[in-house]
């Protein structure tokens, strides 16, 4: 079994920053994807940000060249840093991760966190 906590939300002015960490429990066989998916209220859940087997990560477009994705050597703790975030950014923020399918990353992960809420205010 495998849990995620997530931490580090909060309510921040625009054009401010947060960051995001996900400290992961348990045991996943590797290699695993981790990501970062939000949902707004009344709207789907969307990928921010992930990191696949090989190490590449991939942004939304509205969050390129705003936010970082990380993680800890040991793969135990994922971080998303958001800088310039925008009223659009708010969301509840979930941390993931999965077991590849056929060598990719899925599209809906195995595991998933409680959330951790950002608001953003103009």
């Known amino acids: 079994q495998v849990a995620l906590v997530e931490s580090g939300g909060g309510s921040v002015q625009a054009g401010g920053s947060l960051r995001l960490s996900c400290a992961a429990f348990?045991?996943?066989?590797?290699?695993?994807?981790m990501g970062w998916f939000r949902q707004a209220p009344g709207k789907e859940r969307e990928g921010v940000a992930t990191i696949d087997i090989d190490g590449s990560t991939h942004y939304a477009d509205s969050v390129k060249g705003r936010f970082t994705i990380s993680q800890t050597n040991n793969k135990n703790t994922l971080y998303l840093q958001m800088n310039n975030l925008k009223p659009g950014d708010t969301a509840m923020y979930y941390c993931?991760?999965?077991?590849?399918?056929?060598?990719?990353?899925?599209?809906?992960?195995?595991?998933w966190g409680q959330g951790t809420q950002v608001t953003v205010s103009s």
């Open positions: 348990g045991y996943i066989s590797r290699p695993y994807c």
């Open positions: 993931a991760t999965s077991t590849p399918r056929f060598g990719n990353c899925p599209q809906n992960y195995d595991y």
